[in-house]
């Protein structure tokens, strides 16, 4: 069965930075597979990140995190990670990553569009 799990969350202060790392087992992984990172803050809705979409290869962000934040995959060793810089009290959340097979392009920051989900892990950032 397929598994994502995540790891490096934590509790940090503002401008610290924390490594998010994404294992995902139990399928064949490569550049044909769609991969992003969500977060959902208290009260709110789950929220795109980061992704690379399949076709492009290229990294996508928000720009609430443009500068800060980034995504590198490692399909060798099927692992996801999101490298989190400067962080500040906005970026407390739950963090997920995703992975998907058809997405197309335009649906890439679209939690819906994603196939498998990791379980999450928390990261906090005190001010």
């Known amino acids: 069965q397929v598994q994502l799990v995540e790891s490096g969350g934590g509790l940090v202060q503002a401008g610290d930075s924390l490594r998010l790392s994404c294992v995902i087992s139990g399928r064949r992984f490569g550049s044909a597979t769609t991969v992003g990172w969500f977060r959902q803050r208290p009260g709110k809705e789950r929220e795109f990140v980061a992704g690379i979409h399949r076709n492009s290869g290229r990294p996508s962000v928000v720009d609430s995190v443009k500068g800060r934040f980034t995504i590198v995959r490692d399909n060798a060793k099927s692992t996801v990670f999101l490298q989190m810089d400067s962080l500040n009290t906005e970026d407390t959340a739950v963090y997920y990553c995703?992975?998907?097979?058809?997405?197309?392009?335009?649906?890439?920051?679209?939690?819906?569009?994603?196939?498998?989900w990791g379980q999450g892990t928390q990261v906090t950032v005190s001010s």
């Open positions: 995703a992975i998907g097979d058809r997405i197309i392009a335009s649906s890439l920051r679209l939690p819906a569009a994603y196939d498998y």
